[in-house]
T-cell receptor, first 115, second 114 residues
């Protein structure tokens, strides 16, 4: 069975602070994909990044960066110099390429960025 | 390209009533998913279609929920009769073959059962 754990339920930061959202996953499959989605107050899920299990290279996209560590089954997401527009719920998700291939989400982390 | 369209945006019904949600996926996306997102939780897969066939409905409460995807394009999800615990956002998503490409989600339908 697969599982995604986002231990941080809610984080509140002041604008311009850096913030890291944690994600820990469990799967028996050796090949899988990890995702981060953003869910703003409007409700839709916005795709941010996909990472496959064979690519442990960290990625940076503007103010966003992701740290994938297979040894600790973690895929953490850092926002540098946070902005009010970053306020949303962020979901980590796992897609194992096995017999039970389906996208499994964590419970989400609500990020509140204030002025 | 146009996104995944869902309607209605909001729905309030009384328990024991029935309700239906509609989804129009991105053109060309063969795979369509319905997710249920209860407040404070992550989305949970209810049913997955590949074209007009069901791939996975293991978490669909079949005694009250049903879904269809006639002609392999639009899909409807129905709840009959609704219970209070069905209050949630119902998200539709679609993807190209090779599901690891990531899904495109609609804005969802927020259902409140009173």
């Amino acid at each position: 069975a697969q599982k995604v754990t986002q231990a941080q339920t809610e984080i509140s930061v002041v604008e311009k602070e850096d913030v890291t959202l944690d994600c820990v996953y469990e799967t028996r499959d050796t090949t899988y994909y990890l995702f981060w989605y953003k869910q703003p107050p409007s409700g839709e899920l916005v795709f941010l990044i996909r990472r496959n299990s064979f690519d442990e290279q960290n990625e940076i996209s503007g103010r966003y960066s992701w740290n994938f560590q297979k040894s600790t089954s973690s895929f953490n997401f850092t926002i540098t110099a946070s902005q009010v527009v970053d306020s949303a719920v962020y979901f980590c998700a796992l897609f194992p390429l096995g017999t039970a291939s389906k996208l499994t989400f964590g419970t989400g982390t609500r990020l509140q960025v204030t002025l | 390209e146009a996104g995944v369209a869902q309607s209605p945006r909001y729905k309030i019904i009384e328990k024991r009533q029935s309700v239906a949600f509609w989804c129009n996926p991105i053109s060309g996306h063969a795979t369509l998913y319905w997710y249920q997102q209860i407040l404070g939780q992550g989305p949970k897969l209810l049913i997955q279609f590949q074209n007009n066939g069901v791939v996975d409905d293991s978490q669909l409460p079949k005694d009250r929920f049903s879904a269809e995807r006639l002609k392999g394009v639009d899909s409807t999800l129905k709840i009959q009769p609704a219970k209070l615990e069905d209050s949630a956002v119902y998200l539709c998503a679609s993807s190209l073959p090779g599901q690891e490409n990531g899904y495109t989600f609609g804005s969802g339908t927020r259902l409140t059962v009173v």
